[in-house]
Structure formats: structure tokens, C-alpha cells
């Protein structure tokens, strides 16, 4: 069982910041993948970013690449999604999750936070 808090959302204007925390309790949290997903008003949840239990391994959506990066804490029990360059289109709610694996389907997810909302203004 992992339990899942996200925190960093905001208001913040176009090109610039914001650091997403996920802070997560339970024993499987350091054995588990972990992703960051979004999802805007009218549009299906999509997955933003992953990373493997150990850190060593990342994706990324394509619209993030280069501008926004994942890691982790197993220490801390907290995952992180620095964002940078950001756009009017990366307004969304952001959602932490866990999963056995890494991979990019929001099915293969099975713990949740409850969100929290980014919007970047023009």
C-alpha cells in the first residue's frame, strides 16, 4: 500500500517555474516506480514523466522533454517534478502515482494522489 500527497502547485506566468513534491508513505514506496501525470479540462490523463525504483531510469512525454525533470528520494520518500519553460498548455491538474513498473500507461498505475493544480498564465 502506498499513500500518495503531491504539493508545489501554483499560479505562474509563462517561462517560468515550479518544483512538484510528492511525498509518499509505505513500505513499497523505494521498490515502486513512480510517475507524474497531468490532466487539462476535457482531456484524458497523460503521462508526463516516470522513473524507475533505483532513480536510474526516466521517460518522458515528448511535449516535456528538455524542460522538465524527474527524480526521487527513496531517503525522503518524495519524488520531484521541476518544471521549467513553461507553457499555457502545461496548465493541468498534476497527479502523482506508483506502479510495480515503469512504463507509460496510466492503467499500469494503481496508487493515486489527489492532484494538484498548475496553471501557467500567457
Known amino acids: 500500500q502506498v499513500h500518495l500527497v503531491e504539493s508545489g502547485g501554483g499560479l505562474v506566468q509563462a517561462g517560468g517555474s515550479l518544483r512538484l513534491s510528492c511525498a509518499a508513505s509505505g513500505r513499497t514506496f523505494s521498490s515502486s516506480a513512480m510517475g507524474w501525470f497531468r490532466q487539462a479540462p476535457g482531456k484524458e490523463r497523460e503521462l508526463v514523466a516516470a522513473i524507475s525504483w533505483s532513480g536510474g531510469d526516466t521517460i518522458y512525454a515528448d511535449s516535456v522533454k528538455d524542460r522538465f525533470t524527474i527524480s526521487r528520494d527513496n531517503a525522503k520518500r518524495t519524488v520531484y517534478l521541476q518544471m521549467d519553460s513553461l507553457k499555457p498548455e502545461d496548465t493541468a491538474v498534476y497527479y502523482c502515482?506508483?506502479?510495480?513498473?515503469?512504463?507509460?500507461?496510466?492503467?499500469?498505475?494503481?496508487?493515486w494522489g489527489q492532484g494538484t493544480q498548475v496553471t501557467v498564465s500567457s
Open positions: 502515482a506508483a506502479s510495480r513498473f515503469l512504463d507509460r500507461s496510466v492503467n499500469a498505475y494503481g496508487y
